[in-house]
């Protein structure tokens, strides 16, 4: 056997091979061997029929497959195995670049055969400069009047609604309408797009603004007449972009008591027993979240500097595994949040694919700062320090009690996960940031990886939890 390698683009090497016919017709003899042995011929005991009747049963093409499939894969695992430098940085299997049918067309058993493969190996990576940057990055400054918005929303929530006559309607209100949709041009009424007798809260974000603002100051029996452009979240979607006049009729207003801000509404929402207590942990998630963005700020803009001095050409293998782990995480964040019946139908293969395409420049971006990062912990000899590893290792295992977890490949992930934190940390540390204002810095485009979950299992600090979802404040 010969092998003659190449260097191809995309990390690829390629093995151009040629086999001797002897390794060939090796593989044909004993493949006909065990079908004489086992094939069942009609007329024949298994085993007593003649080759040429077995032969012609099975057919010269399936069999010239066969042959040719095996030949394929033991010639590629010996010329892998004689290689071993290529093998040692080998990703994933190896590509058949040269046509399949057409090499099953041409092959004889016993004649030279050459074809040619090629295989993905860890990328080449070039840094111009590692170290010494100069960089701008966005300080977030804490507002810790969230925590008074917070505290007013979970009032909201455990407020009581009391009927209210005699005074005209406020914000925070819920009041009680007819209301009508009427086409501007032709002053018909839209069908289905209004309701009777139906009920809304007075709050810019739970309806149309534009509605919500001329229903403050009406009162019971008066009628709000709003025109706008059907709007495109709304239902019918038929209406959507059509001119319209929104008929506002009140019915009812009920305002809202609301209780107190003492121990005992604090005691109701949270396991912290006095509202002081409350108001200091509420305090330390919007300090934390803001620390944790203005670390993340940092980190953004030391790592553009970073991937800005890279050369790299990134194989096809680790490009796909990036994508895979992507659109499995984003279809994880969904099917949490939908019915699983709508989820089976709405994971279509036309929509991975379409996730696939989106996902894209994130993989590539996130790709190129991992390989830049895994060159620098090579350089300056990087380590992962074992006692936060193992810790770290069995904190996720008792988070997920899931049996068919291997804890060898979990400790691996986690490693190269320790280690690239490790290798950010150096980078902060060996360049220069200078912190500016929030809002100052030219935004970066909104990528698909802003609508992901985070994976690091830390939601502390996420202050829109607490004001968007929970129903309690935990510690």
Same mark, same amino acid.
């Given at each position: 056997?010969k092998?003659?390698?190449?260097?191809?683009?995309?990390?690829?090497?390629g093995?151009?091979?040629?086999?001797?016919?002897?390794?060939?017709?090796?593989?044909?003899?004993?493949?006909?061997? /065990?079908? !004489?042995?086992?094939?069942?011929?009609?007329?024949f005991?298994?085993?007593?029929?003649?080759?040429?009747?077995?032969?012609?049963?099975?057919?010269?093409?399936? #069999?010239?497959?066969?042959?040719?499939?095996?030949?394929?894969?033991?010639?590629?695992?010996?010329?892998?195995?004689?290689?071993?430098?290529?093998?040692?940085?080998?990703?994933?299997?190896?590509?058949?670049?040269? $046509?399949?049918?057409?090499?099953?067309?041409?092959?004889?058993?016993?004649?030279?055969v050459?074809?040619?493969?090629?295989?993905?190996?860890?990328?080449?990576?070039? #840094?111009?400069?590692?170290?010494?940057?100069?960089?701008?990055?966005?300080?977030?400054?804490?507002?810790?009047?969230?925590?008074?918005?917070?505290?007013?929303?979970?009032?909201?929530?455990?407020?009581?609604?009391?009927?209210?006559?005699?005074?005209?309607?406020?914000?925070?209100?819920? =009041?009680?309408?007819?209301?009508?949709?009427?086409?501007?041009?032709?002053?018909?009424?839209?069908?289905?797009?209004?309701?009777e007798?139906?009920? #809304?809260?007075?709050?810019?974000?739970?309806?149309i603004?534009?509605?919500?603002?001329?229903?403050?100051?009406?009162?019971i029996?008066?009628?709000?007449?709003?025109?706008s452009?059907?709007?495109?979240?709304?239902?019918?979607? %038929?209406?959507?972009?059509?001119?319209?006049?929104? =008929?506002? !009729?009140?019915?009812s207003?009920?305002?809202?008591e609301?209780?107190?801000?003492?121990?005992?509404?604090?005691q109701?929402?949270? /396991?912290?027993?006095?509202i002081?207590?409350?108001?200091?942990?509420?305090?330390?998630?919007?300090?934390? %979240?803001?620390?944790?963005?203005?670390?993340?700020?940092?980190?953004?803009?030391?790592? /553009?500097?970073?991937?800005?001095?890279?050369?790299?050409?990134?194989?096809?293998?680790?490009l796909?595994?990036? #994508? /895979?782990?992507?659109?499995?995480?984003?279809?994880?964040?969904?099917?949490?949040?939908?019915?699983?019946?709508?989820?089976?139908?709405?994971?279509?293969?036309?929509?991975?694919?379409?996730?696939?395409?989106?996902?894209?420049?994130?993989?590539?971006?996130?790709?190129?700062?991992?390989?830049?990062?895994d %060159?620098?912990?090579?350089?300056?000899?990087?380590?992962? $320090?074992?006692?936060?590893?193992?810790?770290?290792v069995?904190?996720?295992?008792?988070?997920?009690?899931?049996?068919?977890?291997?804890?060898?490949?979990?400790?691996?992930?986690?490693?190269?996960?320790?280690?690239?934190?490790?290798?950010?940390?150096?980078?902060?540390?060996?360049?220069?940031?200078?912190?500016?204002?929030?809002?100052?810095?030219?935004?970066?485009? %909104?990528?698909?990886?802003?609508?992901?979950?985070?994976?690091?299992?830390?939601?502390?600090?996420?202050?829109?939890?607490?004001?968007?979802?929970?129903?309690s404040?935990?510690?």
């Amino acid at each position: 056997m010969k092998v003659t390698l190449e260097k191809l683009p995309a990390s690829q090497i390629g093995f151009d091979i040629q086999v001797e016919g002897a390794k060939s017709q090796a593989i044909y003899d004993r493949i006909v061997k /065990d079908l !004489t042995r086992t094939m069942q011929v009609p007329g024949f005991r298994k085993g007593k029929a003649p080759t040429q009747l077995v032969l012609r049963q099975v057919g010269s093409q399936r #069999l010239k497959a066969n042959v040719l499939e095996e030949l394929l894969e033991k010639t590629l695992t010996e010329a892998l195995a004689e290689n071993k430098e290529v093998k040692d940085k080998a990703i994933g299997g190896f590509q058949l670049i040269t $046509d399949i049918e057409s090499l099953v067309q041409t092959f004889t058993p016993g004649q030279e055969v050459s074809f040619k493969a090629a295989i993905d190996v860890e990328p080449e990576v070039t #840094l111009a400069k590692y170290q010494g940057f100069v960089v701008q990055a966005e300080e977030i400054k804490p507002d810790l009047t969230e925590v008074d918005r917070t505290l007013n929303e979970f009032q909201v929530r455990k407020s009581t609604l009391v009927p209210v006559e005699d005074r005209a309607i406020e914000l925070n209100d819920v =009041v009680t309408v007819d209301l009508k949709v009427l086409d501007r041009e032709t002053g018909e009424e839209l069908p289905d797009a209004g309701e009777e007798d139906f009920q #809304l809260d007075v709050d810019e974000k739970a309806f149309i603004p534009e509605v919500v603002k001329a229903l403050v100051g009406a009162a019971i029996d008066d009628v709000i007449e709003v025109e706008s452009v059907f709007p495109e979240e709304y239902y019918p979607e %038929e209406y959507v972009g059509k001119e319209i006049k929104y =008929v506002v !009729t009140v019915k009812s207003i009920k305002g809202r008591e609301l209780p107190a801000l003492d121990d005992e509404f604090a005691q109701s929402i949270s /396991d912290k027993q006095t509202i002081a207590e409350l108001r200091e942990l509420l305090e330390k998630r919007v300090l934390d %979240e803001a620390e944790s963005k203005t670390k993340a700020n940092k980190e953004r803009a030391v790592l /553009d500097a970073l991937t800005a001095e890279l050369e790299v050409d990134l194989p096809v293998t680790l490009l796909q595994q990036e #994508l /895979d782990f992507l659109v499995r995480q984003q279809a994880n964040y969904l099917q949490e949040r939908i019915d699983p019946a709508m989820a089976k139908q709405l994971f279509t293969k036309e929509l991975v694919e379409e996730m696939r395409r989106l996902n894209q420049p994130e993989a590539v971006n996130r790709l190129r700062r991992k390989v830049a990062l895994d %060159e620098i912990a090579k350089k300056e000899k990087l380590s992962v $320090d074992e006692a936060a590893l193992n810790e770290r290792v069995a904190n996720t295992l008792e988070a997920l009690k899931d049996p068919n977890i291997d804890p060898a490949r979990l400790t691996s992930l986690i490693r190269e996960e320790i280690l690239t934190e490790v290798a950010v940390e150096w980078l902060i540390e060996h360049s220069q940031i200078e912190l500016v204002e929030q809002g100052s810095l030219k935004p970066e485009p %909104e990528t698909v990886e802003s609508i992901s979950p985070s994976t690091d299992g830390d939601t502390d600090g996420d202050i829109d939890t607490v004001t968007v979802e929970a129903t309690s404040v935990e510690a």
